[in-house]
């Protein structure tokens, strides 16, 4: 079949110069010599004899839903757009496509480039992408959120939870009581941050351990 195609896309330009009256010698021998290559390179490099294989699609596994997608609207609210983005990037994730979850969010922050909840949902993506861990692109995409809202906790507490499950509970642990700090007593999510900073102690013995926490080391 390779040869017979070689064949028909000659006789193709060959029609081709006759209809645009550059039939001659010169047009001739030029295709004659792109006729010798070409057939030359299938001849080297051909397997005509070879059967098909064709590649199946990868598999991908299914995965729970993140700490982040269970604890997002309680902190950064669910009637908004970037709410719905988000949750259209979770339903990626849970598919096991984490690439796709990450661009989905990535063609939001192109319409709304400003916009902090969708670069804290970048940062955690790129962790789930990354397999748990915390990225260099994912951190950047944590500062990012912080510098454009840095009176907003959910940054902070998000860059806490993700490096929480990096096994980085020190730095979680300053980024929580800092954030503490700095929040009225009566803040609706202040209890959110208090459970996590109690888990940070058992993370601390499970992980010893090889265990998970739920909330904390669940990618």
């Known amino acids: 079949m390779g040869w017979l195609l070689i064949l028909i896309l000659a006789a193709i330009v060959l029609i081709g110069l006759w209809k645009l009256g550059r039939f001659d010698r010169a047009a001739l021998q030029v295709l004659g010599a792109a006729l010798l290559v070409a057939m030359a390179g299938y001849a080297w ?27 997002r609207e309680d902190m950064l609210g669910r009637f908004d757009s970037a ?3 988000l949750t259209m990037a979770e339903s990626y994730q849970r598919e096991g496509d984490t690439r796709g979850g ?25 962790v789930i992408h990354g397999g748990g861990m915390m990225t260099p692109s994912a951190e ?5 959120a912080a510098k454009i809202a840095p009176e907003h906790p959910g940054p902070k507490f998000f860059f806490g939870l993700a ?16 954030l ?12 959110m941050v208090e ?9 601390r013995a499970a992980s010893a351990a090889g265990m998970a926490v739920p909330g904390i080391q669940q990618p």
């Open 45 to 71: 490099q051909g397997s005509p004899g070879l059967s098909g294989k064709p590649v199946p699609p990868p598999v991908r596994k299914a995965l729970p839903d993140s700490a982040f997608a269970d604890t």
């Open 83 to 85: 709410s719905a983005w």
């Open 102 to 126: 990450a661009e989905i969010i990535q063609s939001a922050l192109k319409k709304s480039p400003n916009d902090p909840d969708l670069w804290v949902g970048l940062g955690n993506a790129l």
């Open 140 to 144: 950047l995409a944590f500062q990012r």
């Open 163 to 178: 490096l929480a499950q990096g096994g980085k509970f020190d730095e979680a642990e300053r980024l929580w009581r800092g």
């Open 180 to 191: 503490l700090q700095t929040a009225p007593a009566t803040v609706s999510w202040r209890p």
């Open 195 to 203: 459970e996590r900073l109690a888990m940070l102690g058992q993370a």
